[in-house]
T-cell receptor
Framework: DAKTTQPNSMESNEEEPVHLPCNHSTISGTDYIHWYRQLPSQGPEYVIHGLTSNVNNRMASLAIAEDRKSSTLILHRATLRDAAVYYCILRDRSSGSARQLTFGSGTQLTVLP | DAGITQSPRHKVTETGTPVTLRCHQT?????MYWYRQDPGHGLRLIHY???????DKGEVSDGYSVSRSKTEDFLLTLESATSSQTSVYFC?????????????FGPGTRLTVT
């Protein structure tokens, strides 16, 4: 599986936007970019995914570089509840839903009041 | 929230004893997974199932077995627990009909082997 690189930790102020970067220079043409987050003492939860185009949903936006070698998860207004570990994961779209998710160490986001 | 429950939520057991963890879903999703999470590691896949009685090994399957006799239940068994299996165990489900292929995770089971 192609590897992703994320900063170990980031801080943000409450109600400000947060940009979480992810590098994936060895991404293949069949890899989706997925983001999950894990709140304290909970299981991971899906945030968003994309392939080539930028994506928006109720939780966040995903900006994908034109060469797809990096992406950025954008939280438009951070809240205290957004404090979590954020994982950027590449998932081969040709493998079907049964393929495992390979979690790295993620980015620990701290939101300051 | 996806209907996934795990039982027990916490367990302390002694080395050498058998342990079974249960994952139960009410979503009728076809795929189910068991992961473990340890400090300094992300989640690692132990076993997964792509249908009733159809299972396969993941990245860290040694020392674990699984069974799936019904769509809604996926059991993880440690035949003879060791201290290295002290971890938090997460169950997840997914459905091939979902375009996003997202996995939904349960609340986790914290297992301590003394």
């Amino acid at each position: 599986d192609a590897k992703t690189t994320q900063p170990n930790s980031m801080e943000s102020n409450e109600e400000e936007p947060v940009h979480l970067p992810c590098n994936h220079s060895t991404i293949s043409g069949t890899d989706y970019i997925h983001w999950y987050r894990q709140l304290p003492s909970q299981g991971p939860e899906y945030v968003i995914h994309g392939l080539t185009s930028n994506v928006n949903n109720r939780m966040a936006s995903l900006a994908i570089a034109e060469d797809r070698k990096s992406s950025t998860l954008i939280l438009h207004r951070a809240t205290l509840r957004d404090a979590a570990v954020y994982y950027c994961i590449l998932r081969d779209r040709s493998s079907g839903s049964a393929r495992q998710l390979t979690f790295g160490s993620g980015t620990q986001l701290t939101v300051l009041p | 929230d996806a209907g996934i429950t795990q039982s027990p939520r916490h367990k302390v057991t002694e080395t050498g004893t058998p342990v079974t963890l249960r994952c139960h879903q009410t979503e009728n999703h076809r795929y189910m997974y068991w992961y473990r999470q340890d400090p300094g590691h992300g989640l690692r896949l132990i076993h997964y199932s792509y249908g009733v009685k159809d299972t396969d090994k993941g990245e860290v399957s040694d020392g674990y077995s699984v069974s799936r006799s019904k769509t809604e239940d996926f059991l993880l068994t440690l035949e003879s627990a060791t201290s290295s299996q002290t971890s938090v165990y997460f169950c997840a489900i997914s459905d091939p009909g979902q375009v996003s292929y997202e996995q939904y995770f349960g609340p986790g089971t914290r297992l301590t082997v003394t």
